[in-house]
């Protein structure tokens, strides 16, 4: 993935922010953090339906989701790699 060209929208920023806070959490489990980061996504995809609901516009929100998610899932991945190497060096 290439980080360098990622633009978020205010809200998707949210949505990784969210989701980085739980690949932080060391205590969970790979399984249990993925599952929170589609939490994240599907309640972000709720705001963006409530504004819409309002007469505002949602573009671009839901793309913008996407990435953040994928986003969050490679460095969920990458992390867990890393650590899994580094479980095995000790």
């Not at 980080?3 to 489990?29: F, M, V």
């Not at 995809?45 to 994928?70: P, Y």
């Amino acid at each position: 993935m290439d980080t360098n060209s990622i633009e978020l929208t205010d809200l998707a920023r949210g949505l990784l922010r969210a989701s980085l806070e739980d690949i932080a959490n060391i205590t969970l489990t790979p399984a249990v953090i993925a599952n929170r980061i589609d939490g994240h996504f599907d309640r972000y995809l709720e705001k963006v339906a409530n504004i819409e609901k309002q007469g505002q516009s949602g573009a671009g929100q839901r793309e913008s989701f996407e990435k953040a998610r994928d986003f969050a899932r490679e460095v969920l991945r990458i992390s867990r790699t890393k650590s899994n190497v580094s479980a095995k060096a000790a």
